[in-house]
């Protein structure tokens, strides 16, 4: 094929911005194929401010319903297949296929999605089980196996874990914090964090989680910060409810109030809306459940001091005569999943109301434990093993 030339015999040359903006539409299996084509494409592809404009690109245009579904452990193979699959704007369902096997005698779950990288957890069987993660790009199929934590010793149920991605920093990292309540009567003010440009992990205390613990639900990630629902002990057998946030880049953990609500974390779940962070909060009653939306304000102050955070209701559904766990929002519906005493796995278990029109429509998934992850997925170009050449395949 021949180069295109001006009428002095020269190649063309295309500015960074324009070319920038003609990339970002493609899809990440084109530019995963366009990485070979030059040394100019390829350290565009790595730039932050390319991967933060493909993600925003897709995230409107191309975003996904990612199911955890559900996977049967062999005692005797001792492998873990993930599986996975996406729903797509149609609701259309596909496997995702080449998921990394995992040969591993223990529990394999998704910690969190976060620009369309999985941090996957393993969680060892057993009383003194160990907990190891992976990083799992879904689109590029690149795997990295993450170094032990520090704390190798104590039991994985005593914690939560987040993760999630900056593209300020161009890093992930993934957050393990000891579940203070789990004992209930201890405490623990720190956390261990690895960071995918060190490869290593690294343990630090603050302040804001003394006599703090967290929910044993999963974690959200958005705004570069990642979110849990906690509970602070004020007096002596008295709690209040609140939110535990991490900024991923400056690695530091801050107290929300939580909104006007008669909370409980079992029907509660976070989600992202209009680009701020929301929460998703089922209320139930004797003959039916109906959903609300509040959508966090943030502000400063006028010293620049103090943060302020306001909470506003944006929606409330109407009244459904069963049960509803919201888990997230997509492409303006909540997605649902319906609890009953007696769930079937591959029954029409997930559900999505429309924010706007209140429409009410059943999803079949196959196989889906409604215990398991919902996430909304974009995919990414984002690399798990370039961030830091100690990095590994799994096999």
Same mark, same amino acid.
């Given at each position: ?19 920038? =903006?003609?990339?970002? &539409? ?42 955890? @579904? ?5 005692? @005797? ?14 609701? &259309?369902? %596909? ?5 990394? &096997? ?6 394999? !779950? ?8 999985? @941090? ?7 009383? !003194? ?41 161009? =890093? ?7 579940? %203070?309540?789990?004992?209930? *009567?201890?405490?623990?003010?720190? +956390? ?40 602070? &002990? ?19 953990? %801050? ?25 998703? *909060? ?45 888990? +997230? ?6 997605? @649902?999943?319906?609890? =009953? ?27 889906? =434990?409604? %215990? ?24």
């Amino acid at each position: 094929m021949k180069r295109l030339k001006t009428n002095d015999g020269h190649t063309p040359y295309i500015p960074e911005g324009i070319m920038g =903006d003609i990339l970002k &539409r493609l899809p990440v299996k084109s530019l995963v194929r366009f990485q070979s084509v030059s040394k100019r494409w390829k350290n565009l592809f790595q730039t932050s401010s390319f991967i933060a404009n493909h993600h925003r690109h897709h995230s409107h245009q191309n975003s996904f319903l990612l199911l955890e @579904c559900y996977g049967e452990w062999n005692p @005797c193979e001792k492998c873990n297949p993930m599986h996975l699959c996406f729903v797509d704007r149609e609701l &259309r369902i %596909s496997k995702v296929h080449n998921e990394p &096997r995992i040969s591993f005698n223990g529990e394999v !779950r998704v910690v969190n999605s976060s620009y369309g990288l999985l @941090c996957v957890g393993l969680h060892g069987r057993g009383d !003194r089980g160990r907990s190891n993660f992976l990083v799992y790009n879904v689109a590029t199929r690149e795997v990295r196996k993450v170094r032990k934590p520090l704390i190798d010793k104590l039991y994985p149920e005593g914690y939560c874990f987040g993760f999630g991605f900056c593209p300020i920093l161009n =890093d992930y990292k993934i957050v393990r914090v000891r579940v %203070s309540g789990y004992h209930f *009567h201890e405490t623990f003010d720190g +956390a261990e964090v690895f960071s995918g440009s060190t490869g290593s992990w690294k343990i630090f205390k603050d302040k804001n989680l003394e006599n703090v613990f967290l929910f044993k639900v999963q974690s959200f990630t958005c705004n570069r910060a990642i979110f849990w629902f906690g509970s602070k &002990r004020v007096v002596k057998g008295e709690y209040v409810s609140l939110i535990v946030s991490f900024d991923i880049a400056m690695e530091v953990f %801050s107290l929300i109030p939580m909104p006007p609500i008669d909370f409980n974390y079992k029907t509660a779940n976070f989600t992202l809306h209009e680009s701020k962070l929301g929460v998703l *909060h089922g209320i139930e009653s004797p003959e039916s459940c109906r959903i609300e939306l509040w959508v966090m304000e943030e502000d400063k102050s006028a010293a620049g001091e103090r943060e302020i955070w306001s909470w506003t209701k944006k929606y409330t559904s109407n009244p459904y005569p069963f049960l509803l766990l919201p888990r +997230a929002i997509w492409r303006n519906e909540i997605v @649902c999943t319906i609890i =009953d005493e007696t769930p079937r796995r591959g029954s029409n278990n997930i559900v999505l109301i429309n924010l706007t029109t209140n429409e009410f429509n059943k999803v079949s998934t196959p196989r889906f =434990d409604p %215990s398991h992850g919902i996430f909304n997925y974009v995919q990414s170009i984002v690399s798990v093993t370039n961030i830091d050449s100690k990095g590994c395949f799994l096999q």
